[in-house]
């Protein structure tokens, strides 16, 4: 894990969880400033929307991932959000091939150049980051237009789109030719909060496991319905 922080009790807080599923946090640095916030706005049915002020994170560079070099190349999977600066994360492109690693993008919030999505292997956006990189009106996508989005996604580059849905599933987009909607689990969303978080996660280890990708997305998708049932629940699945 990689990142800046302000306060100290956060890393131990941080390092405490990450304890518990063997998880290393040397790559995340205590820094000067705010720590960033990110205040969690909950509309009908758990739905909830995030506005991301980076803070901290928003000083993490290129020279932080030379010092953090085996570890990001010891690394399986490499997962990256953009909430870190867009420089940084292409700085990683070169050392993604080096590593041999797959590479997952998520929340794509800010203009992503071409080049950047050809070295992306798993594009995992919502509804709304999936209409911010087509250039379109924030939406719901539609069933029938499904199709056309995930192929426009995958024209910018990227080897594989998956199209989070929320309740609607996901729609798949692979490589192969593979195109699926797969359905969601029913359950009574009481929480969305990191719902998009479990999924990824979940996918990133279920793909390492060496499921095949359409199990690993309704593993993703289980992992990150039980996010959604309640706080206590979001809680244990982390150790999931």
Request: charged share 20%.
């Amino acid at each position: 894990m990689l990142g800046k922080l302000r306060k100290r009790y956060l890393r131990r807080a941080i390092e405490r969880k990450s304890r518990s599923i063997k998880g290393n946090t040397d790559g995340i640095e205590i820094v000067p400033g705010s720590s960033g916030v990110a205040p969690d706005y909950h509309r009908y049915e758990g739905a909830n929307a995030i506005t991301v002020v980076a803070g901290a994170n928003a000083h993490l560079s290129p020279a932080d991932l030379e010092t953090h070099i085996g570890l990001i190349r010891s690394a399986g999977i490499l997962l990256t959000q953009l909430e870190i600066p867009l420089e940084t994360v292409e700085y990683w492109l070169p050392l993604r091939f080096e590593s041999e690693s797959p590479w997952c993008w998520i929340q794509p919030r800010t203009p992503v150049v071409r080049v950047t999505l050809e070295c992306v292997d798993w594009l995992t956006p919502n509804e709304t980051e999936a209409c911010f990189l087509l250039g379109c009106a924030p939406g719901e996508l539609f069933k029938e237009a499904l199709n056309d989005a995930a192929s426009a996604l995958l024209a910018l580059g990227s080897r594989n789109v998956i199209l989070k849905l929320g309740e609607r599933g996901c729609y798949v987009a692979l490589s192969d030719g593979t195109r699926q909607l797969s359905p969601a689990y029913s359950v009574h969303a009481v929480d969305t909060t990191a719902a998009g978080d479990a999924f990824n996660g979940a996918l990133a280890v279920a793909l390492l496991n060496g499921q095949d990708p359409l199990s690993s997305v309704s593993w993703a998708s289980a992992v990150a319905a039980l996010f959604v049932l309640d706080l206590a629940l979001n809680r244990r699945c982390q150790r999931l």
